[in-house]
C-alpha cells in the first residue's frame, strides 16, 4: 500500500513514521509512505497556502489551487482514495481502518487555520475523516493516527497477522486481559486458567472476558455485538458465573 501525505509541516510526519510498526512496515515493504509539502505546489513568491476568507470572519482559509495541484500531479486511480482530516468528517472507528486497508493508495491532506476552501471537499476528496471532537492545531497528527492504524492491517506490517486480528475493536469487542512474567507480583496472581496449557479453555475464558470488559466499560459497543451460537454458549456460563444485571442486554440473534 502507498500512502502519501500532503502538509505544510512535512517534518511532522516523517518524524512520527519513523518509529515502531510504521518504520517496521515500511522496512518490510508493506506500507509505502510519501510526504508532500504544499507549498512546493504553490505559484507565489511567498509560496501561501492560506487566504483571508470570503464574506469575512475570523482566520484564514486553506487555499484550493495548490492542494489541488498537489493530488492531480499524483495521478491516481478511481481505486485510490483523497482523505480530508477535519472535525467536520465521519467519526474514526476500526471498521473504517480496515476499510482503508484495502485501498491501493491513500492520500491525507492535513488542514489548518479555518479548515478548507470548501471546493476540496466538494470535488476532490472521497473521505472526511474526524478523530475525535476536539480541537487540533492542524492535520498531521491525525494523519499519524491514521497511517499508523491502517499499516498495522496490511499483510505483512506486523509481526504476525494475528495480532492485528485480536487487536481490540477487531471484532466489535474491547480485547481481553494480558499477563506475563511473574505469575505472582506482589501477591496478585494470574488466573490459574492461563497456566493450564489447555488452550481451548484459555481460548474460551479470553472470550469471556472481552465480553465482561466490553459489558463494563463500553455498553455502546456491546449494543450492537451480534454472537454467535458459540457466543451464545459462552455468554449463558458467564452469566452464571458472575452476573452482571448492570451491563446492559444483548441480542439473542446468532449469526
Known sequence: MRIDVVTIFPDIIRAGIDFSIMKRARAAGAVDVHVHDLRDYTTDRHRSTDDTPYGGGAGMVMRPAPIFSAVEAMELGPEDRVVMLTPQGAPYDQAKARELSNAPRLVLLCGHYEGFDERVRQHLATDEISIGDY????????????????????????????????????????????????????????????????????????????????????????????PSKSDLKLLKQLSEEAPSPDAGEISEETE
Not at 142 to 154: C, E, G, N, Q, T
Not at 180 to 199: A, K, Q
Request: aromatic residues 10%; proline residues 8%; without cysteine.
Open 135 to 226: 480541537v487540533l492545531t492542524g492535520g498531521e497528527l491525525p494523519a499519524l493516527v491514521l497511517i499508523d492504524s491502517v499499516a498495522r492491517l496490511v499483510p505483512g506490517a506486523l509481526g504476525s497477522d494475528e495480532s492485528a486480528a485480536d487487536d481490540t475493536f477487531s471484532d466489535g469487542l474491547l480485547e481481553y486481559p494480558h499477563y506475563t512474567r511473574p505469575p505472582d507480583f506482589r501477591g496478585w496472581r494470574i488466573p490459574d486458567v492461563l497456566l493450564s496449557g489447555n488452550h481451548a479453555e484459555i481460548a474460551k475464558w479470553r472470550r469471556k472476558e472481552q465480553f465482561r470488559r466490553t459489558q463494563q466499560r463500553r455498553p455502546d459497543l456491546w449494543k450492537a455485538f451480534v
